[in-house]
Structure formats: structure tokens, C-alpha cells
């Protein structure tokens, strides 16, 4: 097992540099940090979740992903400074006693290599239904009122839904991770860009009847999220702050899997660099978003 690692926030990493810090804490960390095997790709890459827990039973969970879209780079960067934060800092003990956390920094491996090594801005999967085109939107292939808005039936569409919901892999993977966990409170999943700290539901303009409470935790975060540089998020349901678009992950998980506090975040910026956000925002962006998490992390700790 890896004793070293090749991660660091001043750069981009690749599929294999992100698993290898997972791998290095594993074994660096041995009673703080695991590694679980929950499935595989389309393409054939081992998906591995850390699961960072000092142990015991019964402790609220925060389940955290990023890279469902593969070009969202900053996505993957800004989960693995989190992890980092969390299990290296030393400064977050009391956090670590209270909750179990499960994260997967990359949760559409195919996409994010194909990012890397064939074309920077590719969004979808990497599937094939026998059709010219490839690939899901994975964010549109989740089962909760799937197809009904925001997604297109073409497999060339940047938003194909999928020929069914649960059609792709990563997907039914990253479900049952989650549904495998028995007191998640919250799930935050990563994209970029356009500084949004949003929740559902993205199927109906309709608010879930307890978006009270996740408008409120959504406000102490984001207030610590400015405080850090300055960056202007906003709040709201993803359908009147963004877009309506239905078979997305954090629909999922308020609506069938049970967890409260579900949100989408789009990280930096708001359009000038876009998803190729420079490396030198990397820790600033990290840092801001760390905060962020770290308020979200400290209620679950009461949950
Ligand atoms: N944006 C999200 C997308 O999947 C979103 C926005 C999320 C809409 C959740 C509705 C529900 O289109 C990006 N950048 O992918
Ligand atoms: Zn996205």
C-alpha cells in the first residue's frame, strides 16, 4: 500500500493521484480511515468511498461527493481538500468523535478520465446504448421523478436522462453506498461552477415542506463560506435558483433516501474562467468551501 501520496491543492490531479491519497490515509490512518470497494465502473475502474469514523455505533452521518459531472474539476480538488482538512489538520477532533463521514471524491471515474485524456469539457458518462453517442448526464439519471423536466430523451443531449432511471453504474453504485448508511442527516454533492449552495427539489418548483430548516443550515454555511474570502454564494431550491431538472442525486436522497439535508453546491467562479477555474483558486476555493462543510458537519454532530 501506498505510503506516499502525489496529492497537493496547488495542482489537478488525475483518477489514479486522487486514489492513491485515499489509499495513502488508509494506511497512514489505519484507525481513523478505511476504504470501501462499492462497485465498479462502465468502464471497469474500482469506485472506493473513505469512510474516515473513529468508531462506535449509532453516529449521525455526512455523506459527501463530487465529479458526477466530469469536467468540474475544481469538484473532486475541492472533496479531497476536505478530506485532507478533516483527517490531517489535527484541528477538527471533536467533529471526528461525533460523526462518520463517507466520501467519494469522483463519483463518474470514466467521465473524469475521458476529461483528462480526450476532451477537457466532457460532462456525461461514458455508457453506450448502441447509439452514435455517449454517455448519461448522471445527474438526471437518479429515479425521483426522473425524465420529468430538465432532461432530454437524446443520447447525444449533454442531459440525456438514460434509457432508464438507475441506467448507469456509477450511479446504482453511489445509491446503494447511501442506502447502506443508516442515519445520514446530510449529503452535499459537488459541482461547478456558479456559487450556489442549493436544495431540492430541482423536479418542481414546489418546496419540500421542511425547506425552512435546510434554508437555515444552508445560511450558516454560506455565512461561513463568505467570511473566509469574500466569495457571494446564493440559496435557494435548485428549480428557482438555477434551473428546474429532475433525476438529479440530492432529489434522491431528500425524496427516496431519506436524508434531511440535501444539497447541491456549484463552486467557484460565476462564468469568467468557468470549469477551467485556475489551480491557483484551488486552496482559496478549498478553504472558503472547507468552512462551509464545517458548519454543515458541526449540526450533524447534534443530529
Ligand atoms: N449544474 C446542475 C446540473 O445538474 C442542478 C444543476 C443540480 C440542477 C441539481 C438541478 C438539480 O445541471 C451543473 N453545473 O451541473
Ligand atoms: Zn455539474
Known amino acids: 500500500a501506498n505510503v506516499k501520496h502525489d496529492m497537493d491543492w ?7 493521484e486522487i486514489n492513491g491519497y485515499l489509499d495513502y490515509l488508509a494506511t497512514t490512518y489505519p484507525d481513523l480511515c478505511s ?4 462497485g465498479t465502473s462502465y468502464e471497469g ?4 468511498m473513505l469512510k474516515i469514523s473513529t468508531g462506535g455505533s449509532g ?14 474539476w475544481i469538484a473532486p480538488a475541492t472533496v479531497t481538500y476536505a478530506i485532507n482538512q478533516l483527517v490531517e489538520s489535527g484541528s477538527y477532533q471533536d467533529i471526528l468523535d461525533a460523526v462518520d463521514f463517507y466520501i467519494i471524491p469522483s463519483i ?3 467521465g473524469y478520465v475521458y476529461s483528462w485524456e480526450h476532451d477537457r469539457y466532457w460532462r456525461k458518462t461514458r455508457s453506450n446504448y448502441g447509439t452514435l453517442c455517449y454517455g448519461c448526464d448522471p445527474n438526471r439519471n437518479w429515479s425521483f421523478h426522473w425524465d420529468e423536466i430538465g432532461a432530454s ?4 443531449s449533454e442531459i440525456y436522462a438514460g434509457p432508464s432511471p438507475f441506467s448507469e453504474i456509477e450511479m446504482v453504485n453511489v445509491r446503494d453506498a447511501m442506502s447502506a448508511q443508516s442515519n445520514l442527516i446530510s449529503y452535499l454533492t459537488f459541482h461547478s461552477y456558479s456559487q450556489l449552495w442549493m436544495y431540492p427539489w430541482g423536479f418542481t418548483t414546489d418546496l419540500p415542506e421542511d425547506w425552512q ?5 444552508a445560511s450558516d454555511a454560506v455565512d461561513a463560506l463568505t ?7 446564493e440559496i435557494g431550491s435548485s428549480t428557482n435558483t438555477i434551473y428546474a431538472a429532475a433525476g438529479g442525486s440530492d432529489d434522491w436522497a431528500k425524496g427516496e433516501g431519506g436524508v434531511k439535508y440535501a444539497y447541491t453546491i456549484e463552486l467557484r467562479d460565476t462564468g469568467n474562467w468557468g470549469f477551467d477555474l485556475p489551480e491557483n483558486q484551488i486552496i482559496p476555493t478549498g478553504e472558503e468551501t472547507w468552512a462551509g462543510i464545517e458548519v454543515v458537519a458541526r449540526f450533524v454532530a447534534t443530529q
Do not use: Q, W
Not at 496547488?10 to 489514479?16: F, G, K, P, V
Not at 475502474?45 to 472506493?48: D, E, G, V, W
Open 10 to 16: 496547488t495542482s489537478y490531479h488525475t483518477l489514479d
Open 35 to 38: 476504504i470501501e470497494n462499492i
Open 59 to 72: 453516529k449521525p452521518g455526512l455523506f459527501i461527493d463530487g465529479g458526477i459531472h466530469a469536467r468540474e
Open 108 to 110: 463518474n471515474p470514466d
Open 227 to 233: 467570511a473566509v474570502h469574500g466569495t457571494h454564494y
Open 45 to 48: 475502474r474500482t469506485m472506493n
Open 213 to 217: 430548516d435546510l434554508d437555515n443550515l
Open 153 to 156: 430523451d437524446n443520447p447525444c
